[in-house]
């Protein structure tokens, strides 16, 4: 059994256009904080059984990230062979996140996320799919996947299946199929996913949730940019996400750099959304203390459009419509 983890927290400022400053020290702005046990077992002849259980930590008050899930980010069970790939069961990250997490120079985290754009607080095909229930934009639970092997020419990929288990609609609960497919080799990399939900909510609309997502990275020199771009499709509401992103290295350091675009369109139901629109850029700096710790620092700036009110994590409820949402952060990640 291997134990390991990340202990990462970071100082705040957010401010919202209007609103009094935030101020507030954070867990996981480089690096999602957790604990986790991982383990496999070579079973003979290329084959190979082990599990992965990962815990999310809000480090600054030493809880748990969920009230409701001990193993929240991760917890899986697998059965691998060599030429085959892995089947693996249980809770895990959904195809069209997979295809999109990773293109992300901030990694999903922080005040310069790519994740500030998905969410479902306003209005769009988020809230209308899920409404305040858990939804399958990041992870789903009660899934069977199947990878593919390494060595088939740099081709990669994935299917996902996930049972609703009768779920209503406030349960959280769903029915998912996903694909991702990408090829890569030392200095490209492109692949695409979608995922596809049904839930009590979406059976009234009578229109699945759909999750596509499109991303590309090339290496240059020193330097990584990424191109992306993810629609999530509900009923008669759209939201097109892009992501341009480049790291950049420095010698010990690196400097991350993205830029992201949240385009919404149709209606939910008699509501408008197309003028809900935003910009986010986010710039920082990661440099290396040693191999296991780093010390950073992020700055970025969200800007709404028409009736939207995004804003960046931590700050102060209540933003105008088409207000800004300014963010910084320092802080220190530790991996063991």
Avoid: C
Wanted: hydrophobic share 40%; charged share 15%; glycine share 14%.
């Amino acid at each position: 059994m291997t134990v390991f983890g990340i202990a990462d927290a970071a100082l705040r400022r957010v401010d919202n256009q209007g609103l009094p400053t935030v101020n507030s020290m954070v867990s996981g702005s480089n690096s999602t904080s957790r604990l986790g046990f991982r383990g496999q077992e070579d079973l003979g002849g290329g084959l190979w059984a082990g599990y992965h259980l990962e815990h999310g930590i809000v480090l600054d008050a030493g809880s748990p990230a969920s009230s409701t899930m001990f193993f929240d980010r991760r917890s899986t069970i697998s059965l691998g062979g060599k030429t085959w790939g892995e089947l693996r069961a249980g809770r895990d990250f959904v195809p069209s996140y997979s295809n999109w997490g990773r293109f992300d120079p901030f990694s999903y985290v922080g005040v310069a996320s790519a994740s500030n754009f998905i969410s479902a607080t306003p209005q769009g095909p988020i809230r209308s799919a899920f409404g305040s229930a858990a939804n399958t934009t990041v992870r789903s639970s009660n899934a069977v996947q199947w990878l593919l092997p390494a060595g088939w020419g740099g081709v990669n990929g994935e299917l996902m299946w996930a049972p609703r288990e009768g779920g209503g609609a406030t349960s959280g609960q769903h029915d998912l199929r996903g694909l991702r497919l990408g090829w890569s080799d030392k200095t490209l990399e492109l692949s695409g996913a979608v995922t596809v939900s049904r839930n009590a909510l979406t059976d009234a609309a009578g229109s699945d949730f759909k999750d596509v997502a499109l991303a590309g990275r090339v290496s240059l020199g020193p330097a990584r940019v990424s191109l992306g771009a993810r629609r999530f499709r509900h009923a008669q509401a759209r939201q097109t996400n892009w992501l341009l992103g480049l790291w950049w290295r420095l010698g010990l350091g690196e400097l991350p750099l993205s830029y992201n675009q949240a385009d919404l369109s149709g209606r939910v139901g008699s509501t408008a959304v197309d003028a809900n629109d935003a910009r986010q850029l986010g710039v920082g700096y990661v440099h290396a203390l040693s191999r296991r710790s780093v010390v950073y620092a992020t700055l970025s700036r969200l800007d709404n459009r028409g009736g939207a009110t995004w804003v960046l994590p931590g700050g102060a409820s209540g933003l105008v419509a088409g207000g800004h949402s300014t963010g910084l952060e320092f802080g220190l990640r530790h991996s063991f």
